[in-house]
């Protein structure tokens, strides 16, 4: 199996303000765009011939990429909103394929699921991971030798009838297409699945390791801590530190400025920006902004923003704001 299709058109609602600017996958995690580890993470196992079903600011996508001569990426046009399956549908696609989400940060043995899908030889594999609070997820049964005899997306707390998560990645033979309408919305987990469970057609791997939806702010951190845990500390050798204390797991990016100020990790300041004598705990600061005697804690602020005098704490602030002096911003969304 050498082809994979990453689900990338979603609208990133629940990260705006910063995907008011930017695609979800194209969100700096750690300095480098969410859809940069993906294709990465695929082309780790050997599937380096992707397709991409993106149309929300799709140019910005497409650019980035363009540089990746190792891969061979396609992005199919859809002329309207198809859903899930409906855009996989779309792009026509013959062989069997590796599906993945297109904000899911993983480190899961993907060698193992493509075993198990060979082995059993039906039409669907889904990636199943242990979760704590299942009811967060779309859950799955699973008989002894691994076949899903219920599934259910997103129950209530009291429906939940096993703590076994769908993360979003699957195998899918061409042929269960058959099942998805032309040109018309339809999704994987709320219209395919339970028609090809109920024709006893897929199959549940269970799987470990690290996982993750940074399409959700805890979900973003969560990947950016993972990150920054493997990583350590990691300045790039054109940025600039003068009089300043940096603690901890932090990325610094390119030509960043950072004077008089106090960098507590986790955190990541982006690329040419600005941190004068202001402290920082547990936030990202995206390229590009500046902050001078300025505050942040458990915050993330995008690109070319200006704070000054500022003290922000568990807030987003979008790309291209400017708080007025002296603002005290708490739990908010700017």
């Known amino acids: 199996m050498k082809k994979a299709v990453i689900l990338a058109g979603g609208y990133g609602t629940r990260l705006r303000p910063l995907t008011f600017t930017t695609p979800k996958v194209m969100i700096p995690l750690v300095n480098k765009p969410v859809i940069g580890y993906i294709v990465d993470y695929l082309a780790g196992y050997g599937l380096k011939d992707i397709v991409i079903t993106t149309n929300y600011l799709r140019e910005q996508t497409i650019k980035y990429l363009s540089k990746r001569k190792d891969l061979k990426l396609s992005y199919p046009e859809e002329p309207s909103p198809l859903g899930t399956a409906g855009s996989v549908k779309n792009a026509a696609i013959t062989d069997t394929m590796l599906i993945i ?23 669907v594999t889904i990636a199943l991971l242990p979760v704590p609070n299942p009811s967060l997820y779309g859950i799955a049964e ?14 209530s707390a009291g429906e939940c009838f096993s703590n076994l998560a769908n993360t979003g990645l699957y195998i899918i033979e061409p042929e269960a297409m058959d099942y998805v309408p032309e040109d018309s919305a339809f999704d994987f987990s709320k219209d395919l699945f339970p028609i090809l469970v109920a024709k006893k057609e897929v199959f549940g791997c269970v799987v470990d390791g690290f996982w993750t939806d940074v399409g959700s702010p805890e979900g973003y951190m969560e990947a950016s801590r993972w990150i920054l845990d493997k990583k350590g500390f990691e300045c790039a050798d054109t940025s600039e530190i003068e009089d300043s204390e940096i603690q901890g797991n932090v990325a610094i990016g390119e030509y960043a400025v950072i004077k008089e100020s106090l ?5 990541v300041v982006g690329d040419h920006t600005g941190i004068i004598k202001s402290k920082i705990y547990d936030s990202v600061v995206f390229a590009h902004a500046n902050l001078r005697e300025t505050t942040l804690n458990k915050c993330v602020v995008g690109e070319n923003t200006v704070l000054k005098k500022a ?24």
């Open 101 to 123: 989400q297109g904000d899911n940060v993983t480190d899961m043995d993907l060698r193992k699921v493509m075993k198990f899908h060979e082995a059993h030889g039906r039409l």
């Open 311 to 334: 003290e922000v704490t568990d807030s987003i602030i979008g790309a291209r704001s400017e708080i007025k002096e002296g603002t005290k911003v708490k739990e908010s969304r700017i």
């Open 142 to 155: 699973i008989e002894a030798n691994g076949r899903i005899n219920n599934f259910k997306e997103k129950p």
């Open 263 to 267: 960098i507590r990790g986790p955190a």
